[in-house]
């Protein structure tokens, strides 16, 4: 496995794992938030081969979304990485626990929109990803309530760290998590996707 070279013992990583497709100006925010907030050395931006729970049919080329992703996350302090591609791996349970050993060198936090934390149930294993790394869960448009009351949050209830204390996050003792809000940012691969494809018939239409 071959990690993201700027990675030196003790720094505070965020995992930021997405199926980027295709990777838009709201991730580079959640990410800069992330970076911010979190006081992080570095986001890994971890482009998923596949989200276990998504339609293969819909997905670019994983080529592709890895050169997308990295035209929009271009910034000193991100790197975009094909780990899980390396690992093998399709869930995120499966990626953490082949993770194991680079997790124990490092201060790390997994990076999610509210949106995946209000489904984290649905997820393969899903406990598991909780009691591996602490979760920092940034805000999207529409699902701060749904993600605070959702099955996850009810179960970990007890482990939530307070906004203001978002610092302590990388490298806490998990399971732990913190609901960061953040300027609410509307961009979803799925409008781009839905554009796209209007697009195309608009012009297919009119040749
Ligand atoms: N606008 C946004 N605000 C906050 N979080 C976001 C936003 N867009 C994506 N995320 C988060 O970024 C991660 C990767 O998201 P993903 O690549 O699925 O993008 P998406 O726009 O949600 O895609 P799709 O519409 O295809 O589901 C997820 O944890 C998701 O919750
Ligand atoms: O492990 C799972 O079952 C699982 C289900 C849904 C999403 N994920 C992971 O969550 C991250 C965000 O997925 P996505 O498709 O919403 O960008 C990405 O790393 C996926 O692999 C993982």
């Known amino acids: 496995m071959i990690l993201p070279p700027p990675f030196g013992a003790g720094q505070r990583i965020g995992l930021f794992g997405g199926s980027f497709n295709p990777a838009h100006s709201g991730h580079r925010a959640v990410a800069l938030y992330a970076l911010k907030r979190l006081a992080l050395d570095w986001v ?41 591609e390396q690992l093998g791996t399709r869930t995120t349970a499966a990626t953490l626990a082949a993770l ?7 201060r790390f936090v997994w990076i999610m929109g509210a949106d995946s934390f209000a489904n984290l149930h649905h997820w393969n294993d899903w406990t598991d990803i909780p009691e591996a790394i602490p979760l920092a869960i940034l805000a999207r448009p529409g699902f701060a309530m749904r993600a605070l009351e959702s099955p996850a949050a009810l179960r970990y209830e007890s482990r939530r760290i307070a906004t203001e204390e978002a610092r302590e996050l990388p490298g806490a003792p998990p399971p732990a998590w913190c609901f960061i809000p953040m300027p609410l940012r509307s961009e979803s691969s799925t409008a781009i996707r839905e554009r796209a494809k209007k697009r195309k018939q608009i012009v297919m239409t009119a040749s």
């Open 44 to 84: 890994w931006w971890l482009v998923s081969p596949q989200n276990p729970l998504k339609d293969a049919g819909d997905y670019r080329d994983y080529d592709e979304r890895l050169k997308i992703t990295r035209l929009v996350a271009r910034h000193p302090r991100f790197v975009v990485t094909d780990l899980e």
């Open 100 to 106: 194991t050993p680079v997790l124990r060198r490092g």
